[in-house]
Structure formats: C-alpha cells, structure tokens
C-alpha cells in the first residue's frame, strides 16, 4: 500500500523555530526554511488538505499556543522545564496520509520525528529528544476513532484515542464486553499497546497486546502496512517491542473479551500499626497470583500522617468479575487475613470499575472517560520497575518500609500476575514476564515544580532500587518497557546504536526476545529512521 498521488494546493508559509529554550524563543533563519520545505513537501505528498491553524503550533507563530499543545499530554513535568530541548514544531495529523507524508518528508529533509499519542513515556521520549537536532513531535491525538464491532467481538481504534475512550465505546455497544488493557484512563492507545498494556484482567485475559488481530502502521518508506502486508514477524514485533522502532502505529484492530454485567469493587486500607509483623501482606504474597483468574488485586504502598508523624500505608485495590457473594467466599477461604467485608465491596459495571480502579472520585459519571484526562495532578516525577519471583520475607519488607518514610510522596504499586499471564509463553509477543512472576512493582517519586530538588528525589528512588536486588528478577533483572527507565541504559547520538549497548537495558525488558526484535528492525529499518534513546538498534549499524 502506497501513497495516493497528490492535487494541486496551495502553500501557506510560517517561519519556525528549531532551536529556542522554554520561555525565550528565537527564530532562526535556516529553521523557517526547513518548516517551509516541511509544508511544501507535505503539499506534494498529500491529497487531504490540513489547515495551518488547526495542525501546526510553532513558538515563533505562537508561543502561547505551542506551549499549551506541547504540555497539553505531556505526563511528566520533569521533561517540560526550560533546560529540556523543545521540538521545532508540532504536528497534528488529520488523516494518515498526513503521517505518511511526514515521514517521506522528514526523510528527505533529514528532520527527526517524535511520535506522541497519549504522552504518558515516563522519559518524555515522545516529545522530547536529548539527542537529535533538529526534532520535531507528531501528535496523532486528533486520530482517535473507534469502531466497535460487537457481532464479531472486534473493534479498530486509531492511536490518538485513549483507553477511556475504547472503554467508554466499548460500553455504549454493550454491557457485557470489554477489553484488557490499561488501569489509567488517559494512556494513548498507539503506543499503550506497544509496550504490552496490563490491567485489572490480565489474570483472566492476557494484555492488551495478547488481544490484537490486525493492526495499520506506516513504515520507514512512508508505506501504510496491515498485518498481512507487514508480515507476522514485524506484527509480532509491534505487540509489546515498544514504540518508535517498527514505524508509526495509525490503528489496531483489537478482540474484545467477554464481562460480566455485574463486578465487584473494593479498597481496604491497613497502616503500619493495623499489619503487626506485616502478616497480611506475606499472606498476599503468597496468594495473589493463585487466586481465581477472575479476582486482582494490587497493593499501593503511599505515606501518611499519623498523630503528628508519618506512616506507611498499604492499600488492596481490588476488580473482582462478578459479584459480591461469590467475592466473599473466594476471600474467606483464600486470604481471610485481610478481613473484608461485604459493605467494603461495591458492586457495579464493568465501565464503572474503570472509572473507580482509576482513581475517580466515587459516583463520578463514566463520560469522564471520553476527557482523556487523568484524575490526578501532573507533576515531576521518576519511575522505576521490578519483578518479583519469591516472596519477599519479612526483613525485606521492613527495609522498604523504612525507606518509604524517609521520601516526601513516595508510591509504590504490586501487580499480581498469574491465572493467564502464566500460561502464555514468553516468545508469544515480545512482553517476556509471564509464568514464575508473581507480582510486578512500580517505584514512584514524585514532587511539585516549587520543590527544586529534583537530585535528591531521583537519588532516593535509585536508593531504593539497589536495596531491593536481593529480592528481585535476575540473570537479567526485568523490568517493565512501558515504566520506561533511562537508568538502565541508552543508545548514543545518531543512527550509530550498538547491539551491545542496547543489549543491557534489553534484556531487562525482553529478555531473549531482544535477539528477534533486532532481527525484525534489521529487515524493515535498516537505516534506523525509527530512534530514540532507547529503540531497537539495526545490526548493520554495529561498531
């Protein structure tokens, strides 16, 4: 599949700038001569007409505006700050002719391409380039069609939407359908899925990535590819190989899964003080990966003040499908310890358990889902992961706890796995955590823009992180591509990466599916158009 010969149009000139800071903009000559041949060369390339006004947001256009669309999905604040190299501009695509035009003419005017569609990169590496110079970022939120297709249990939805939305149209088609994929309503689809897409049915399900029939990309030629086009080894790829490697997802055609019309919710919080010796949560430790498929909870590790001191506290976050009866009587025989109740469950629907396991604020009305729009601030922040095979004895969880008090807003997050997380094998997608995993952690500081010591935060967290390797995966030590983590590693300025740097913090994601990922981005981007700090290197750019 190519690209349709383009009609006559007329070009509008805007002058760019490519090189500014965050608050002081200055127009250089050569950058208001590359945006005019960028806009050109669309023109050529395109038969859909894009609107100035509407697709391209330029600082020396509008500096105002730039700054807004810039920020505007941008999750982590640590990446908007004016030391951070800014894009020369941003562009939003109408129509995928639009995506693949950009690539033939990034190509040809040697410009580098950020690809954003939901900004939730815990690097920033989707509008953000340290380096590449110039860059600039492509924003396909105005690509977010949905398409559900109950008859056939299917649906295609475009990279811009978000996984509320899916959800959200998911459920005006039917109640008792869903899909498995993310815990937070405001993750971009597109590049969601790439890295794998957990959430509260992953136990029963799978990912979301372990639920896609077709998808469209465009390619490094500029060339829109679906699954039979691309071949089953770049569609492998694309299914948990992380973005901005293969091409540029425009759309997926994901299964839907069967729901319940009735599951049950709950959130049972314990402090320090409430869990002597932590026996409830060594009893979830040994219980979480073997309850019924049907049943997740996770545990969310926060601070909080106690009589003029600090604790720590463990909430058991829970999504449960079915209903209350049958919840009482898999938690009684399986994990009594943590005492619950049936007025601590909430039954409700399956759309509602999105809306309440993203952190909603109760009976808040599920259209919430159609914002794209996270129920909490954003903020500074760094992240980190870990999976975990052995339960964690009770020294071990002690140290955490004492580490915990120590940090300002720490949070940390465990994941059950098991049920079919353990049955897929670990070459199906290139997401290789699967059976001897019991839970996933996620190490989170975060801290407002007022508080300058970003230093001190990250090296906490990097602290806590060297405590628990005892305790942890290793041989590698695995970690979660979509909690990306520049920590482990990156590939150097330019198109010459290294298999064997890139092997370090690969493995740690993919494990030996790392060795097929750079077989596949060897045969279908030889040249490395498709980079950034941490993308799958091409062999042929060895040293």
């Known amino acids: 599949m190519g690209i349709s010969k383009p009609s006559p149009a007329f070009s509008f000139l805007l002058i760019f700038a490519l090189y500014f800071s965050f608050y002081t903009i200055t127009p250089t000559t050569s950058s208001a001569s590359l945006q005019d041949q960028f806009i050109n060369c669309l023109h050529k390339n395109t038969h859909v007409s894009f609107p100035l006004e509407s697709t391209f947001f330029a600082p020396a256009k509008n500096v105002s505006m730039f700054s807004e669309v810039l920020q505007s999905t941008a999750q982590n604040l640590r990446y908007l700050t004016k030391s951070v190299p800014k894009p020369g501009f941003i562009f939003k695509p109408l129509h995928e002719s639009h995506v693949q035009a950009s690539i033939i ?259 808040t009305p599920t259209k919430v889902l159609l914002q794209g729009k996270s129920p909490f601030p954003k903020n500074n922040f760094k992240a980190k992961s870990d999976f975990v095979k052995k339960p964690i004895p009770e020294s071990g969880l002690k140290g955490i706890f004492k580490k915990l008090l120590k940090e300002d807003n720490p949070m940390m997050i465990w994941n059950p796995y098991g049920g079919m997380m353990a049955k897929i094998p670990e070459s199906q997608i290139p997401f290789p955590h699967r059976k001897g995993v019991i839970f996933k952690i996620q190490y989170v500081t975060n801290w407002p823009d007022s508080d300058r010591r970003a230093s001190r935060h990250i090296k906490w967290i990097r602290d806590l992180y060297s405590f628990m390797t005892p305790y942890v995966s290793t041989n590698p030590r695995q970690a979660y591509v979509n909690y990306r983590d520049l920590d482990l590693g990156q590939n150097k300025k330019g198109c010459k990466s290294t298999i064997n740097q890139a092997q370090v913090w690969g493995a740690s994601y993919f494990k030996d599916n790392f060795k097929r990922l750079v077989k596949v981005k060897t045969k279908v981007d030889p040249n490395n158009f498709f980079r950034h700090e941490q993308s799958i290197p091409p062999m042929l750019v060895q040293n």
């Open 105 to 363: 003419c990034s190509k040809k005017l040697g410009t580098h391409v950020r690809v954003r569609s939901g900004g939730h990169d815990y690097e920033g590496l989707s509008y953000v380039s340290e380096i590449e110079k110039p860059f600039i970022v492509m924003d396909l939120s105005k690509l977010r069609k949905v398409n559900i297709n109950i008859k056939d249990n299917s649906g295609w939805v475009q990279a811009g939407a978000t996984v509320g939305e899916l959800y959200y149209r998911i459920a005006e088609k039917s109640g008792v359908h869903g899909f498995p994929a993310g815990l937070c309503s405001s993750l971009g689809i597109g590049g969601h899925i790439t890295g794998g897409a957990y959430g509260s049915m992953m136990r029963k399900y799978g990912l979301g990535a372990d639920n896609v029939l077709d998808a469209k990309i465009v390619d490094a030629n500029g060339k829109i590819l679906d699954r039979k086009a691309m071949g089953e080894d770049t569609f492998w790829a694309i299914r948990g190989g992380a973005g901005g490697s293969f091409g540029i997802i425009l759309e997926w055609k994901i299964k839907l899964v069967p729901v319940p019309k009735t599951v049950t919710v709950f959130t049972v919080t314990k402090t320090l003080q409430q869990d002597p010796g932590n026996k409830i949560l060594s009893k979830w430790q040994m219980v979480a990966d073997k309850l019924v498929d049907e049943l997740f909870i996770r545990v969310i590790f926060n601070v909080a003040a106690n009589n003029g001191s600090k604790t720590a506290t463990t909430s058991y976050n829970a999504v449960f499908l079915g209903n209350k009866g049958v919840l009482m009587k898999v938690m009684n025989k399986s994990f009594p310890e943590l005492g619950l109740t049936p007025k601590d469950c909430t039954e409700m629907s399956w759309l509602e358990s999105i809306v309440y396991i993203s952190g909603f604020a109760s009976r």
